[in-house]
């Protein structure tokens, strides 16, 4: 069985790359999906999976709320579910976050699994033990580190993928080998042609596989976020503020693809990177149509201050994830706000 696996001490789980996931001790599980992968799969998950119910949340992002979390919860409870249970998920990001976080809570842990449908899952979300929910204060300010005791990744199933979604995933594939793998980004350029067709499960399982690598090297090197782990976050300084300002018409991975674009001129202006690695960045994320400029109507001025609030900048001062060259980043801190102004433009 073709496997990635985890290493995190006694918390170390495999991702498991096959039609069928991986044999584990059977076990009572309350299956969670959302409303558009139990209309597309329930039977087959079912089959899979056995569960003794199957919770179905709303698709969405409005789902990934208090309210529902505390629903999976009582639902087991109402089951008589006990600590030997099993919560898998079987969905996007939204199903991942909130029911892995339900599994850290109930009982103050259960078992959890993972079976990840959407391309931004697969290669982001189901990797790291990152779960949580969202507040009306800010997204994923409530949440906890859960590992699960396994991931089963079937890029068949990308085949019911809504475009625009596909390319939220693209958007974090592309982040990761700009900050890891330049070879990968190669690959990525000569089979750009081919990355909106999510049928083809030979080229998404190579990709799938890699980002999954990559990222479960860098968690296992820093399971909680306090150095290496950063890195992830590519992109995601300038995306935060403009998903939220865009009321979030723009989607995560959109605004990570205009986030890329802005860390890259960033590093350009500090002299950190080449033009060319800017252009075949700009290039690559063009031939894959995912979004580089800001809307007109988001000011600069609103995106600074937006990071300059974020949890991760509560010292007054933005850290950014700044490339180096394709395949290699670093955190640079300090940066004076005039240059952050100069490079988002006049808007
Ligand atoms: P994320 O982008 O973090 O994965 P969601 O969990 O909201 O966020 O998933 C994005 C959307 O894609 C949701 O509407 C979800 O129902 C849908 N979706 C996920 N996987 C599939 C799939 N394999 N086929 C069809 N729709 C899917
Ligand atoms: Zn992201």
């Not at 949340?57 to 089951?79: H, M, Q, V, W, Y």
């Not at 006990?82 to 976050?97: E, I, L, S």
């Not at 690559?284 to 991760?312: T, V």
Request: glycine content about 8%; hydrophobic content about 40%.
């Amino acid at each position: 069985m073709d496997t990635v696996s985890v290493e995190l001490g006694e918390r170390s789980y495999n991702i498991t790359f096959a039609d069928l996931p991986e044999t584990l001790a059977p076990r009572r599980t309350l299956l969670v999906t959302d409303s558009n992968i139990d209309s597309l799969y329930r039977e087959q998950l079912c089959k899979i999976i056995d569960p003794v119910d199957v919770f179905v949340i709303p698709a969405g992002e409005e789902s990934k709320n208090a309210a529902t979390f505390l629903d999976i919860c009582r639902r087991a409870a109402a089951l008589h579910l006990g600590r030997d249970c099993r919560f898998t998920a079987a969905g996007g990001g939204v199903t991942g976050d909130l029911t892995g976080f339900a599994a850290a809570c109930y009982l103050r842990g259960v078992r959890f699994t993972q079976i990840p449908t959407s391309l931004l899952a697969m290669v982001d979300s189901s990797v790291g033990g990152k779960t949580g929910i969202d507040i009306p204060e800010g997204k994923n300010l409530v949440g906890a580190f859960h590992q699960p005791e396994s991931v089963w990744v079937n890029t068949s199933f990308l085949a019911t993928l809504p475009q625009r979604e596909l390319g939220n995933g693209l958007a974090e594939v592309v982040k990761t080998a700009v900050i890891r793998d330049e070879k990968f980004f190669l690959f990525l350029e000569e089979n750009s042609a081919n990355l909106r067709d999510a049928n083809n499960v030979e080229l998404f399982n190579k990709i799938v596989r890699r980002c999954c690598e990559i990222k479960a090297d860098v968690v296992s090197n820093d399971e909680k976020e306090s150095g290496l782990r950063a890195i992830l976050n590519y992109g995601h300084t300038f995306a935060h503020p403009i998903e939220t300002l865009s009321n979030y018409t723009i989607a995560h991975g959109e605004a990570v693809s205009i986030g890329m674009e802005y860390a890259g001129r960033l590093a350009l202006e500090l002299g950190l990177w080449q033009k060319s690695d800017l252009e075949r960045q700009a290039a690559l994320l063009d031939a894959l149509k995912l979004p580089r400029a800001i809307p007109q109507n988001i000011s600069s001025q609103d995106i600074l201050e937006l990071m300059l609030s974020d949890k991760k900048n509560r010292n007054g001062k933005i850290t950014f994830v700044l490339p180096e060259k394709i395949g290699s980043v670093k955190t640079v801190s300090g940066i004076e706000s005039n240059i952050i102004l100069k490079v988002l433009g006049e808007r």
